[in-house]
């Protein structure tokens, strides 16, 4: 439409998808920064906001979260939808037509997308168990691994798997006897069969009198995702004893 065409004017100010309201999306804040657009990057309105409209956004209530640059949106701070669950933010957007004065308010919703910004964390740190030595491989020997991840959908996820000891704590004590304590890697000794659940079993024959204490190391992860942590403090002592 050209700006001399009378339905054109007409329509300024009107919402130019035929809605009656005006949905963006924007991702949460990376780190620190809050130069990320919305998308579409701009407002669909009618009107030059230069010299046709005026466009002004409105916060009842509360602090303004945008502000105006032409017909695109600008974030004043920085966005954490973990923290506040925050999974869109609702305010107003006011046009007045500059010749008629005619003022409309459209209702404006943002949409808040998650970012896979929060590592998972176990909690109740250290595990640890004991366990006879005749436990037969399959069996469960602790459930209660948990690792919280802030972030929401798939970016919060947790997987459990074992991994590879550091070395940190293997080997023997320099007691005799029935006070010797042997410690070995507990990777190949015991699974996660079911990622999605902390569950540890036995995958191997124990044997009390060469091993009486193993160190687990037990990583969450978030599938697909840029991180990955290895919890080397939260490795889970489980203790072989003879039944
Ligand atoms: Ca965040
Ligand atoms: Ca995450
Ligand atoms: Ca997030």
Redesign the pocket.
């Known amino acids: 439409m050209q700006s001399n065409d009378i339905s054109y004017q007409l329509c300024l100010c009107e919402e130019s998808t035929g809605q009656s309201n005006i949905i963006l999306d924007i991702e949460?804040?990376r780190g620190s920064g809050y130069e990320q657009p919305t998308t579409p990057e701009e407002l669909p309105v009618y009107g030059n906001p230069y010299n046709e409209t005026t466009l002004e956004v409105i916060f009842p209530g509360k602090a303004p979260l945008f502000a105006l640059d032409g017909k695109k949106l600008r974030l004043l701070k920085q966005l954490?939808?973990?923290?506040e669950n925050l999974s869109h933010v609702v305010f107003q957007l006011a046009c007045t037509v500059k010749a008629t004065n005619k003022k409309r308010i459209i209702p404006i919703i943002v949409r808040v997308s998650d970012?896979n910004?929060?590592a998972p964390k176990f909690i109740n740190t250290p595990y640890e168990t004991t366990v006879p030595e005749l436990t037969p491989v399959g069996s469960t020997i602790f459930q209660n691994v948990v690792a919280v991840d802030a972030d929401a959908g798939v970016n919060g996820l947790v997987e459990y798997s074992i991994a590879p000891g550091d070395g940190n704590g293997i080997g023997s004590n320099n007691a005799v006897g029935r006070d010797r304590i042997t410690t070995a890697d507990g990777y190949g000794y015991f699974s996660i069969n079911l990622p999605h659940q902390g569950q540890v079993t036995v995958n191997r024959t124990l044997d009390f009198e060469r091993t009486q204490r193993y160190l687990v190391t037990i990583l969450a992860s978030v599938i697909s995702q840029q991180f990955h942590y290895l919890l080397k403090d939260s490795a889970k002592a489980i203790k072989s004893c003879n039944s």
Do not use: P
């Not at 954490?80 to 923290?83: A, E, L, N, Q």
């Open positions: 949460e804040s954490d939808r973990d923290t970012v910004d929060n």
